[in-house]
Structures are given as structure tokens and as C-alpha cells.
């Protein structure tokens, strides 16, 4: 998972000159890392860190290009539930963002996500199977 700097401060003035293609970066140098030590593919996932050391429109633009990370031929995962760019989006309180959370993965998936991380489960998966219908119609 990529976040910048320590849980502590990482929220602290994030910046990014751009967002996605420095994380590209770092995932680029982790998985290098983790070849040379040998360690099965199959048990890496990609996760961009969606809320971790990144500001609301970070988050959005992270979400809206997933697709780049798909580059490494790894799963991608994403934990959106309830997440706070939602809240400075509808202004809703972190209990009542089911709609925001669900909104939000279905354009991940859309957008490259194989994985998503919520609270929600039924929901989300409801929106989902929607979701695949209509694509693979």
C-alpha cells in the first residue's frame, strides 16, 4: 500500500506534483524489491492508498486512474468505504456515506479495481452485480 510519509503526518500537507504516476513509481521500485527477493506474484496486490497521506482531489484523481496501475498485471485494491473525500464531497458524516462509498466503487471497478475494501458488504455488492449486467450485456 502506498502512503506518504508516517500515519502521524501523513495528512499533513500532502503534495504531489502528479499523484498516480508517483505512486506507478513507487509501486515500480516495491515490486522490483520484492522480484529480487524471490517473493510469488500471486501473493502481491496493488493498493494506491486511497485516504493515506493524499488530499480529496488526490483521492479522486487516484480513483479515476486505476487503470494505470494495471501495468504491473497485479490485482488492484482499494478500500473506499466511508472514506472522507466522500464527506467533503456530499457533507455527510462518516456513518451515513453507504451512497458516496457505493458511487465510488463502482467507478473503481470500472476504472481497474479488482478488490474492493468496505463496510458495507451487500450493498456494495449489490451495486456491483448491477454493475457487470449492464457492462456485459
Do not use: W
Not at 502481491?44 to 479515476?64: A, Y
Not at 463496510?119 to 449489490?126: A, P, Q
Amino acid at each position: 500500500m502506498h502512503m506518504k510519509k508516517s500515519p502521524k503526518t501523513m495528512q499533513i500537507n500532502p503534495k504531489y506534483k502528479k499523484v498516480t504516476e508517483e505512486i506507478v513509481d513507487f509501486f515500480r521500485e516495491r515490486i522490483s524489491m520484492l522480484d529480487g527477493q524471490k517473493i510469488n506474484p500471486q501473493q502481491i496486490m496493488i493498493d494506491p492508498g486511497v485516504g493515506f497521506g493524499k488530499n480529496p482531489e488526490d483521492n479522486l484523481k487516484i480513483i479515476n486512474e486505476l487503470y494505470k496501475f494495471k501495468i504491473f498485471g497485479l490485482p488492484v485494491f482499494v478500500g473506499l468505504s466511508r472514506k472522507s473525500f466522500i464527506g467533503k464531497i456530499t457533507g455527510k458524516a462518516a456513518d451515513e456515506r453507504l451512497c458516496g462509498t457505493i458511487a465510488s466503487g463502482v467507478v473503481a471497478c470500472f476504472r481497474g479495481a479488482n478488490i474492493l475494501r468496505v463496510h458495507d458488504v451487500g450493498e456494495n455488492k449489490e451495486a456491483l452485480e448491477v454493475y457487470k449486467a449492464i457492462v456485459n450485456n
